[in-house]
């Protein structure tokens, strides 16, 4: 079973309307970025690879029926970023372009992640959800 079918039969929708509320409060809306799935990208691998370069993830949303997306917020501050992030590692978004000069970034090496330099300045995962899939490894 994957994870997030787990996510989905045990943990009802109102304590990820709880969790996702409390992580928008304090960090705001930000922005949305959204993913194909099927392609090899869970929500797991996503933010993993933006946790490790720094940027909260919140707001996670998990694919509905066979067509489906995957879902998250970064602060608006970081949103730049993370779709910079997210193309040069070849993550399928399928959000409105943040940034224009994402345009044309290709995927490519990324390089070692800043939390395997910076391990004292660690990115922690934002509410039950992300410290859930952090601890699930």
Known sequence: MSITKLFNFLIPD??????DAAAIS??????RLTWERGH???GADVERLLLGRGVRVYAREYP?????????????AQGRHAEYICRLA???????????????VKPGP???AWADKNQR?????????????EWLG
Do not use: H
């Open 64 to 76: 509905q029926g066979d067509n489906g997306e995957y879902g998250c917020r970064v602060r608006t």
């Open 40 to 42: 090899g990208w869970g």
């Open 14 to 19: 109102v304590l990820k309307g709880i969790d």
């Open 90 to 104: 070849g993550v399928p978004l399928t959000n409105p372009l943040i940034d224009k000069s994402n345009r044309n």
């Open 110 to 112: 990324l390089g070692a």
């Open 26 to 31: 304090r960090y705001g809306r930000g922005v």
């Open 121 to 133: 300045a660690r990115v922690r995962a934002v509410g039950v959800f992300g410290r859930l899939l």
